[in-house]
Antibody, heavy 118, light 110 residues
Framework: EVQLVESGGGLVQPGGSLRLSCAAS????????MSWVRQAPGKGLEWVSV???????YYADSVKGRFTISRDRSKNTVYLQMNSLRTEDTAVYYC????????????WGQGTLVTVSS | QSALTQPASVSGSPGQSITISCTGT?????????VSWYQQHPGKAPKLMIY???DRPSGVSNRFSGSKSGNTASLTISGLQPEDGADYYC??????????FGGGTKLTVL
C-alpha cells in the first residue's frame, strides 16, 4: 500500500528555517516525480516544487531561491528545506506522488502545518 | 504564474448535473493535455478525480468527467449526490515546467 507521511512542521519566526520530510512506503520515490503542495489557512492549493525522477528540480516563483527540494533514495524520503521563511509561507504542506509524469497527484500525505510568526 | 480561473461557487440539486470551468492560457491549459481535477473535503487531503484532461483513476465514479476546449477545461459531475459537496481544484502543467492550480470552486449540493 502506498503511503506518504510528512513531518517537520511547526512554529518558526520570520527569517528562520525548517526542513520538512516526506517518508514514502509502498513505492520508490526515485521512480516517480514528487511534488510539494501547500495550502494556507482557508485558501486554495498552491504548488511549491517538484523533483523529477531524473533529479531535475523546479520551483514556484514565490519560493525560488529560498526552498530546496531533495531526495534520499536510501531512506525513501523526499525533503523540502525552507529558508528565509516569511509569514506568507504559513500553510499546511503536502507531499504528493505524480501518477504518470503529468503532474497528476494520485497519492498525498496527511500534511504538516508550518506557522511562520513572531 | 497566475492561478487558473475557476468560479468561486456552484450549486445543484441531487440528481442534477453541474459543470465547473477552469480557464488558463496557451502556456498552460491550452498548450498541454495535462489538466487534473481534485476534490477536497474540509480537513482532508485532496483526491485526484480526473487526470490528463479526461482520464479517471480507478475507483472514481464515472459520474465525473473532464474535457477541454482551447484554454478552458471543464469538470462535469452528473447525478449529483450529497457527498459530492466539496471544494474542487483544477491544475495544469505549464510551459515553465511548473504546475498551476485554479483558485478552487465550492460545490454545494442543495
Amino acid at each position: 500500500e502506498v503511503q506518504l507521511v510528512e513531518s517537520g512542521g511547526g512554529l518558526v519566526q520570520p527569517g528562520g528555517s525548517l526542513r520538512l520530510s516526506c517518508a514514502a512506503s509502498g513505492f520508490t520515490v526515485s521512480s516517480n516525480h514528487m511534488s510539494w503542495v501547500r495550502q494556507a489557512p482557508g485558501k486554495g492549493l498552491e504548488w511549491v516544487s517538484v523533483i523529477y525522477r531524473g533529479e531535475s528540480t523546479y520551483y514556484a516563483d514565490s519560493v525560488k531561491g529560498r526552498f530546496t527540494i531533495s531526495r534520499d533514495r536510501s531512506k525513501n524520503t523526499v525533503y523540502l528545506q525552507m529558508n528565509s521563511l516569511r509569514t506568507e509561507d504559513t500553510a499546511v504542506y503536502y507531499c504528493a506522488r505524480d501518477k504518470s509524469s503529468s503532474f497528476a497527484f494520485d497519492y498525498w500525505g496527511q500534511g504538516t502545518l508550518v506557522t511562520v510568526s513572531s | 504564474q497566475s492561478a487558473l480561473t475557476q468560479p468561486a461557487s456552484v450549486s445543484g440539486s441531487p440528481g442534477q448535473s453541474i459543470t465547473i470551468s477552469c480557464t488558463g492560457t496557451s502556456s498552460d491549459v491550452g498548450g498541454y493535455d495535462y489538466v487534473s481535477w481534485y476534490q477536497q473535503h474540509p480537513g482532508k487531503a485532496p483526491k485526484l478525480m480526473i487526470y490528463d484532461v479526461s482520464d479517471r483513476p480507478s475507483g472514481v465514479s464515472n459520474r465525473f468527467s473532464g474535457s477541454k476546449s482551447g484554454n478552458t477545461a471543464s469538470l462535469t459531475i452528473s447525478g449529483l449526490q450529497p457527498e459530492d459537496g466539496a471544494d474542487y481544484y483544477c491544475s495544469s502543467y505549464t510551459s515553465s515546467n511548473t504546475l498551476v492550480f485554479g483558485g478552487g470552486t465550492k460545490l454545494t449540493v442543495l
